[in-house]
C-alpha cells in the first residue's frame, strides 16, 4: 500500500464504482418472496429451497448446487464453471444417458448470460489491463471456463442421509444393479 499507492487507491476506487457483476455478483440470481432468492434457467424462475453443495476449492470448476421449487415440484440446479476444451458438456453427457434408471434427468441447461454476453472466465479477462495481462506467461495458459446452469430432477438426498444401515445397504445394491 505504502509502496504503490496509486494501485492502492485504483484497486478501491474499482471495488467502491465498479458493476457488481464484475465482482463476482449473479445478477441472475435476484430476492424473492419470503427470505429466498429467485434463480433463471432458460427464462424459467426456480425459487431456491438450500444450498445442497458448495465446492471448497479456491481453482476449479466452482461448482454450487442449490435444491430449487418451481410450481410445487423440487429440482436441483447444478451451477458450474466448465473447461471449454472438454470434448463433452456434462449436459451432454446426461443427454446420452436420458431414460437410465439411477441417472438424473435433464429439464433444462443453459450457458449464464451477463449484460447479454456469455459469462466466462475470458469475458472478465478482457477488462484487464492488456499490457500486465500478457507479462505474466502463466495467466495465459489458464483455461478458459463457461459459466454454466443445468436444471435436473429428481431432487434426492445424498448417500450421508440415510436413517439405518438397511438402508444404505439398499441403495448400494441398487445403484450397483443399475450399472
Not at 495465459?140 to 471456463?145: G, K, S, T
Request: hydrophobic share 40%.
Amino acid at each position: 500500500m505504502h509502496a504503490d499507492p496509486d494501485t492502492f487507491v485504483r484497486l478501491m476506487a474499482g471495488l467502491m464504482f465498479a458493476d457488481l457483476s464484475f465482482l463476482g455478483y449473479d445478477p441472475t440470481i435476484i430476492p424473492g418472496p419470503g427470505g429466498h432468492q429467485i434463480i433463471t434457467v432458460d427464462n424459467k424462475e426456480y425459487e431456491i429451497m438450500e444450498m445442497i453443495f458448495m465446492a471448497d476449492s479456491i481453482r476449479g470448476r466452482g461448482t454450487v448446487c442449490w435444491r430449487v421449487r418451481r410450481d410445487g415440484i423440487e429440482y436441483v440446479i447444478k451451477d458450474l464453471w466448465a473447461d471449454i476444451s472438454r470434448g463433452h458438456t456434462e449436459a451432454e453427457i446426461l443427454e446420452r444417458a436420458e431414460g437410465i434408471e439411477g441417472v438424473s434427468q435433464i429439464v433444462a441447461e443453459e450457458i449464464v448470460q451477463v449484460d447479454g454476453e456469455n459469462d466466462s472466465t475470458a469475458r472478465v479477462r478482457d477488462i484487464i489491463d492488456r499490457e500486465n495481462y500478457y507479462k505474466a506467461g502463466w495467466l495465459r495458459e489458464l483455461e478458459v471456463r463457461m459459466h454454466r446452469r443445468i436444471v435436473m430432477t429428481p431432487f434426492a438426498v445424498g448417500l450421508t442421509h440415510f436413517s439405518t444401515k438397511k438402508e444404505l445397504i439398499s441403495v448400494l445394491i441398487d445403484a450397483i444393479k443399475v450399472f
